[in-house]
């Protein structure tokens, strides 16, 4: 069985700080795959990234940088210098036949 | 602009209604969606069609009906719902086959409301 857990329910910071979203999986496949999305107030679920069970190499895309590793199956997304827009909901997944969802983080970044 | 697009963005029905909710997709894909979610509960999958065939069926009740006359288009016809349904409805495509970690996207979503 899968399984994705994000423990952290509601995270409020202020502006300019960093962030961390937490993201543990459980999956007794060797091949899976990782995903982030994120759900602004308009509902849309935007795809931020995929990662193979195989890369394990960290990714930056400009403020967004995501530490995926296998030794403790956690695959955390990091916000540097959070701005408001970056205030939603996200979500991390694991998709191996199916895309199975954590529950979501909600993130507000306080002007 | 997004490649899945969702209609109507909010919908307003009675329990004796019937309506449908409509999803295109423009990005090639053979493979769409129907998830719900509802406040405080985890995202649902309901249904799941590669090339136009219902391939997944999670249990949803009969009052939910979808079809998928291509592989452009999602519905969900709607008739008799409960209040305990009203949801924001998600639409999403893929290419088919998830266990190659092809990524699913996601339309805006119908709110739907039950009165």
């Known amino acids: 069985a899968q399984k994705v857990t994000q423990a952290q329910t509601e995270i409020s910071v202020v502006e300019k700080e960093d962030v961390t979203l937490d993201c543990v999986y459980e999956?007794?496949?060797?091949?899976?795959?990782l995903f982030w999305y994120k759900q602004p107030p308009s509902g849309e679920l935007v795809f931020l990234i995929r990662?193979?069970?195989?890369?394990?190499q960290n990714e930056i895309s400009g403020r967004y940088s995501w530490n995926f590793q296998k030794s403790t199956s956690s695959f955390n997304f990091t916000i540097t210098a959070s701005q408001v827009v970056d205030s939603a909901v996200y979500f991390c997944?694991?998709?191996?036949?199916?895309?199975?969802f954590g529950t979501g983080t909600r993130l507000t970044i306080i002007p | 602009e997004t490649g899945v697009t969702q209609t109507p963005r909010h919908l307003v029905m009675g329990m004796t209604n019937k309506k449908s909710l409509k999803c295109e997709q423009h990005?090639?894909?053979?493979?769409m969606y129907w998830y719900k979610q509802s406040a405080k509960k985890p995202l649902e999958l309901m249904f799941v069609?590669?090339?136009?065939?219902?391939?997944e069926n999670n249990s949803v009740p009969s009052r939910f009906s979808p079809e998928c006359p291509n592989s452009s288009h999602l519905f969900l016809h709607l008739h008799t719902l409960q209040p305990e349904d009203s949801a924001l409805y998600l639409c999403?495509?893929?290419?088919?086959?998830?266990?190659?970690?092809?990524?699913?996207?996601f339309g805006e979503g119908s709110w739907l409301t039950v009165v």
């Open positions: 990005l090639g894909h053979n493979a």
């Open positions: 997944a694991l998709n191996n036949e199916k895309l199975t």
């Open positions: 069609y590669n090339f136009k065939e219902q391939t």
């Open positions: 999956t007794r496949d060797t091949t899976y795959y």
């Open positions: 999403a495509s893929s290419l088919p086959g998830l266990n190659s970690g092809n990524t699913i996207y």
């Open positions: 990662r193979n069970s195989f890369d394990e």
